[in-house]
């Protein structure tokens, strides 16, 4: 079946305007995570949604990141005023309750801010 | 809060060698940890995963064996070919929690032809 999609697959700006990234989760999967790769490095943990529940936004960086999710699907990682230390890939990934350790990945946005 | 470290943070080896790859993890409550490979331009894909209640799982060319005594999980790949050279993560979670993975900062593995 469809897997993880996530666009713009690429997203330049300017420093200081706002962007939106968007995951679309495969089905029925209940959870979402939203993770930040800098160049050459690991994935850093930005907020996880579970179901209806209040997410959990303990990694994102600054007031300037957020994110909400619609419906119990699509979710939007939204970066206000956008400084050149966002630039980096922005991975969403999915996973199902019954599994719920195993996250499914999508291709990631890569942002560079100018 | 959980801790993971992976060496090396480069790896070359001949096609048709053997890759190894090791993780440490800090928190003795995670008892589940995948590895991902991700391709250049791709997001990372799971390849293997392990839980604490196992000692080693092998699928075809790829295994993992995790010590849980001394916190440290491997990934061997045996017979590498150039498809092989990617970029490889560890990492660990505690199931029943929210199944947040902290990750290792990955290994570059380089398999020349």
């Known amino acids: 079946g469809a897997g993880v999609s996530q666009s713009p697959s690429n997203k330049v700006t300017e420093k200081g305007k706002d962007v939106e990234l968007r995951c679309d989760p495969i089905?029925?999967?209940?959870?979402l995570y939203w993770y930040r790769q800098s160049l050459g490095q690991g994935l850093e943990f930005l907020i996880y949604?579970?179901?209806?529940?209040?997410?959990?936004k303990s990694g994102l960086p600054s007031d300037r990141f957020s994110a909400e999710r619609t419906g119990g699907s699509v979710s939007t990682l939204t970066i206000q005023r956008t400084q050149q230390e966002d630039s980096a890939v922005y991975l969403c990934?999915?996973?199902?309750?019954?599994?719920?350790?195993?996250?499914?990945f999508g291709p990631g946005t890569r942002l560079l801010v100018l | 809060g959980e801790n993971v470290e992976q060496h090396p943070s480069t790896l070359s080896v001949q096609e048709g060698d053997s890759a190894v790859i090791k993780c440490t993890y800090s928190?003795?409550?995670?008892?589940?940890f995948p590895w991902y490979k991700q391709e250049l331009g791709k997001g990372p894909q799971l390849i293997i995963d392990?839980?604490?209640?196992?000692g080693e799982k092998k699928d075809q060319r790829i295994a993992v064996t995790l010590n849980k005594t001394a916190k440290h999980f491997s990934l061997h790949i045996t017979e590498t070919q150039p498809e092989d050279s990617a970029v490889y993560f560890c990492?660990?979670?505690?199931?029943?929690?929210?199944?947040?993975?902290?990750f290792g900062k990955g290994t570059k593995l380089s398999v020349k032809p």
């Open positions: 990934a999915s996973n199902h309750r019954e599994y719920q350790e195993t996250q499914y």
């Open positions: 089905s029925g999967h209940t959870a």
């Open positions: 949604f579970q179901g209806n529940s209040a997410p959990d």
């Open positions: 928190d003795s409550a995670s008892n589940y």
């Open positions: 990492a660990a979670s505690l199931t029943g929690s929210q199944g947040n993975l902290i």
């Open positions: 392990i839980r604490s209640n196992v």
